[in-house]
DNA sequence: CAATTTTCATTTGTCAGACATTTAAATGTC
DNA sequence: GACATTTAAATGTCTGACAAATGAAAATTG
């Protein structure tokens, strides 16, 4: 691990760096301690509060967890899918929000994605997917939801959805996508009309997946981008009405 | 911006969150200035240090930059999809190094979500990305190439169909699933009549496209699919037959 | 001897204060 | 007006200190 005495990056980034990339290339694995704060400063010719910084800097990107006292320190860190999902949707609503994406956009993405976790959904769902999807559902039929609530339960119906499919690399991939749309959707006012066709898409996706019938659930599934394309164009429509 | 008294965690931790929050629900919008560090220092009641470690956090995410001098700070950073790219990318490679994710399941969900991008992509490809593509199907033919060059190409020719299809959303959610496989895929020794197999898959994908032939494209991903898968299995078995 | 308590060294977390460096605005000079 | 200089404000870095946590080792106790 050494750091090019060339850069022109702050200390902090660049001991981060060459830390990271020891990670990545594998030369630190997964519960290795790192040395201690004091003895990273000597090697890298540093104080202690730039190290610190470094290490801050990989906590935040869950590479490195910290534990005090002695016997404690610095180790590398599992990234568990948990944690990932955490970043990525984090991430993809910030850049969801501060790029202007167009609604229709995002709603492309998540729905051509979706649509891939169809098929295997439909091979592999178990019970208890099915059961989380019916209860969202239900929960979607009830009046005096807000729009908010009901945004909720759908990105909960979709996740069950996603991880029917069984493959947790895709659930990871997808958590992004699915979670990011919902500050999007909760722009739109859903009326009771639209909840009740989306319930009623939403009860086809289950019945498709229940029967294990992969080509109803893609119909479902694209009959149903199809519709919330349309509620956003309305909402885009009302909106530019109103401005101009 | 306030921290929770009652909160466990580090100082640096509950700073950064609070900003982040911040961020997140819109109270700090894109190129906004924080206050410096010794206004958060005050704010906070905390060091000075210790608001540099939430800021540092803050960084390593993309959130914020840091200028120096008269009239710097920290800005409220506008996260571009090339910056959400390499953190995408890092994430996944990381989670499927770490977690010992097999060939099969991180396979099935690449090609799953690129078999969703050939409709799009055949229908909006532009010169270009045909040409980037023929420009990689020919490199992989030359003789002499590393292995580890021919998954870098496989890895560009992948994202320029990814790109074709014109959704940034979907080549951002994708770029971790491509790039991140390429460690995996590193491992595998393509002999030249594998090499072959590929390209001729490649070219079908590229002809596909060109003809605007959705269906050919989606039927051409899924026999290259089953050929990667079917290499991977042939890795493992080697590696099984090896160890025991 | 075994169980429990105490001590202790190590390490991270936090603080205060200092100085270096960078930067752009303000000021001075021709 | 154009250019050089000064200056104030901000981040970057360093030093030294103390607090708090923590597990190992030593001391104590039954």
Excluded at 1 to 18: E, F, V, Y
Excluded at 47 to 70: C, D, M, N, P
Excluded at 86 to 97: A, Y
């Amino acid at each position: 691990m050494k750091i090019d005495p060339n850069s022109t990056a702050d200390l902090s980034a660049q001991i981060a760096k060459a830390i990271r990339d020891a990670i990545v290339a594998g030369e630190l694995i997964v519960d290795d301690r790192l040395p201690s704060e004091a003895e990273l400063a000597e090697q890298f010719e540093v104080s202690r509060a730039t190290v610190r910084e470094a290490l801050k800097r990989l906590a935040a990107q869950s590479l490195i967890r910290t534990q005090r006292g002695a016997f404690g320190g610095a180790f590398v860190n599992r990234l568990s899918f948990e944690e990932a999902y955490g970043q990525q949707i984090t991430t993809s609503t910030l850049l969801l929000s501060m790029n202007a994406v167009s609604f229709e956009v995002a709603c492309e993405a998540r729905y051509a994605m979706e649509r891939a976790c169809a098929p295997m959904a439909a091979e592999r769902r178990s019970a208890d997917h099915l059961a989380t999807m019916r209860a969202e559902i239900h929960r979607q039929g009830q009046p005096g939801l807000t729009d908010e609530a009901f945004c909720a339960s759908d990105v909960a119906f979709h996740r069950a959805l996603v991880d029917a499919a069984g493959n947790p690399v895709l659930s990871y991939q997808l958590a992004g996508a699915v979670e990011a749309m919902q500050p999007l959707m909760n722009m739109i006012t859903f009326t009771a009309r639209s909840r009740e066709t989306i319930v009623q898409l939403h009860q086809r996706i289950a019945d498709a997946l229940e029967a294990r019938a992969e080509d109803l659930a893609d119909q479902a599934l694209q009959d149903l981008a199809d519709y919330t394309r349309e509620l956003g164009r309305g909402v885009a429509a009302a909106r530019a009405a109103r401005n101009g």
